[in-house]
């Protein structure tokens, strides 16, 4: 059965805090965070339901759908409002769906994880026709503004999909992965802030996704060459540089957010989406890979045919 996303819309917060910004209040620069990031500004104040609301309700615009025809609601967030009820419920009754609607919580790797749940379940025995699937983080809310080693990284941001039964569009394969022993490099304790080896990640995360990519291409029986349009989880730009490299894809087949909106973790991949529509580049039959990585570590590639 096919499988087509046909419906993207976005949110972020208005506040934005540059890096200027941030070298006021810390012992950094717009030049370093550039250099050995790649990102320029991050949106902050974000609340995780309300930009999932606004990104849910431009998806359904986008899909020229209301919220009767959608049969379920999958959130992926590491940043619940609550602790309960899953803030799905809460953008379930904002959207006003009556579907099921829970929580996915793979942090940075959650959209890949949302969307393979959200497809096998489209194909199980009276499975959804239509799915809403949104990646929403308020990570400026487990920031510590204090810490140049992970306040640079961050910013709030959603993006939402709607995933339907069409004649065209398809998944071609998928790799998921984690490896709880690797916790200790990048957590965050209830109530505190983002705990992270920034080295350790960076170097664990090119590998992880090099293989993982590596990986799903092998399912598909695709080569790098056959890949259309890469949509990387939104880091740093150095790790999407060197993913490309070991894999021999060339970073202008990636379309990227994260100078202007950080590491939005659940949220990233599809405001890269969302940029590669508005680019011009997802049409019938192009190839897209998605892969992400985050905190568990976890990490998840999936590669269809738009
Ligand atoms: O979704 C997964 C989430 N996490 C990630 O993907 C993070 C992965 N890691 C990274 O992106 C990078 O490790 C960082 C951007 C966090 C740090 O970059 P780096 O190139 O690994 O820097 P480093 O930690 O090795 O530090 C290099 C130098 C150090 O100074 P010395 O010891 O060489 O004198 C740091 O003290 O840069 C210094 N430094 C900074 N300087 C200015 C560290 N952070 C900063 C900063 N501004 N914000």
Request: hydrophobic share 45%; charged share 20%.
């Amino acid at each position: 059965m096919a499988i087509r996303i046909s419906g993207i819309g976005t949110a972020l917060p208005d506040k934005i805090v540059t890096n200027d910004d941030l070298s006021e209040v810390m012992d950094t620069s717009d030049e370093w965070i550039r250099a050995r990031a790649g990102i320029g500004a991050r949106h902050v104040d974000g609340v995780t339901s309300e930009m999932a609301i606004e990104a849910g309700a431009n998806a359904l615009k986008a899909a020229d759908l209301g919220p009767d025809d959608i049969d379920l609601l999958i959130l992926c967030t590491t940043t619940p409002d609550q602790r309960f009820p899953a803030t799905s419920a809460v953008v379930q009754s904002g959207l006003g769906l009556t579907c099921g609607a829970f929580d996915v919580n793979a942090v940075c790797a959650g959209f890949t994880y949302g969307y393979v749940s959200a497809y096998g379940m489209m194909n199980a025995p009276t499975g959804p026709d239509r799915v809403l699937l949104i990646g929403s983080d308020a990570m400026s809310t487990i920031t510590d503004w204090t810490d140049r080693g992970t306040a640079i990284l961050f910013g709030d941001g959603a993006a939402a999909v709607v995933m339907e039964k069409h004649e065209q569009g398809e998944m071609l394969a998928f790799d998921l992965g984690a490896d709880g022993n690797l916790q200790p490099i990048l957590y965050c304790d209830h109530d505190g802030f983002i705990q992270m080896e920034g080295r350790e990640v960076f170097k664990k995360a090119v590998r992880a996704v090099a293989q993982s990519v590596e990986n799903v291409l092998a399912k598909a029986g695709l080569t790098p060459d056959d890949v259309d349009v890469v949509l990387p989880h939104q880091a740093n730009i150095r790790i999407i540089e060197a993913v490309c490299q070991r894999i021999g894809i060339p970073m202008s087949k990636t379309h990227n957010v994260l100078e202007t909106t950080g590491n939005t973790s659940g949220a990233s991949i599809p405001l890269a989406m969302a940029k590669a529509e508005a680019d011009g580049a997802l049409e019938p039959g192009t190839i897209v890979l998605m892969s992400g990585f985050g905190a568990g570590m976890a990490w998840g590639s999936a590669v269809l045919r738009w």
